[in-house]
């Protein structure tokens, strides 16, 4: 994509979506950054100079539209990258319906309240929705039911979407990373009891040249579906 793209992005505070958000930067494209509250909008905005921000809690993404009339959404979109997430492991026997529905409404529902707030500008743009899922979007292990049914979910949501959006020149893409080093993964191996090597797992940076790569395609060509696995 060439030239002064503009990139809305969740999740740019850390991981994957720090490393998108700042090759981004670097390269000067328009970026509007996502943050859960005022606070953390005014720290991406110092982080990023001359980046917007868009305020909103995706865990309740029944207020994201009463936080959203109370801003001025960007005019013009070319991406939506999708990268927020949580995850909070536990049998099935165990998790409550707050833990279920914490994860489902961040990791499922707000991307599905986001995307309809900006499709209007996507197609004008001839745009790109690009959803952050995870190897537990594709197959469901113990101890992750709530996390892998948010991510089956959200390829569910992005297939429909492409075949929804196609006729309208949006393309939409769901990049499957594997356990990547980041906040999220140390969280996870100490829900499981594990030591984190942070070398063991996939550098943020790698995915983010995936997801580079999916969205700087010519518009003759669209990535649906993307797994990276760690290389060792």
Not at 26 to 41: K, M, N, Q, S, W
Not at 68 to 80: A, E, G, I, K, N
Not at 174 to 191: C, E, F
Not at 200 to 221: F, K, N
Request: a negative charge; proline letters at 6%.
């Amino acid at each position: 994509m060439a030239g002064m793209a503009t990139h809305v992005i969740t999740g740019a505070g850390s991981g994957i979506g720090a490393a998108v958000a700042r090759r981004l930067h670097a390269r000067g494209d328009d970026l509007v950054l996502h943050a859960r509250d005022a606070g953390r909008a005014k720290e991406l905005a110092a982080e990023y100079p001359g980046a917007s921000t868009l305020v909103g809690d995706l865990a309740d993404p029944d207020k994201l539209s009463w936080a959203f009339s109370h801003q001025s959404l960007p005019d013009r979109v070319d991406t939506l990258l999708h990268i927020a997430g949580v995850v909070d492991l536990g049998p099935v026997g165990e998790l409550t319906p707050k833990t279920w529905r914490h994860q489902l409404n961040v990791n499922l529902v707000a991307p599905a309240e986001l995307t309809r707030h900006l499709l209007p500008q996507l197609r004008l743009s001839g745009g790109h929705v690009l959803f952050v899922n995870s190897g537990a979007g594709l197959r469901a292990s113990a101890d992750w039911s709530a996390y892998a049914a948010s991510k089956h979910g959200l390829k569910a949501l992005a297939d429909s979407l492409r075949q929804e959006e196609h006729p309208n020149g949006v393309r939409v893409t769901s990049v499957y990373p594997g356990r990547t080093a980041s906040p999220m993964q140390a969280k996870v191996h100490q829900q499981e009891g594990k030591a984190y090597d942070a070398a063991q797992w996939i550098d943020p940076e790698s995915v983010a040249t995936t997801i580079l790569m999916a969205i700087d395609l010519p518009g003759d060509a669209e990535v649906n579906d993307l797994t990276v696995r760690p290389g060792r």
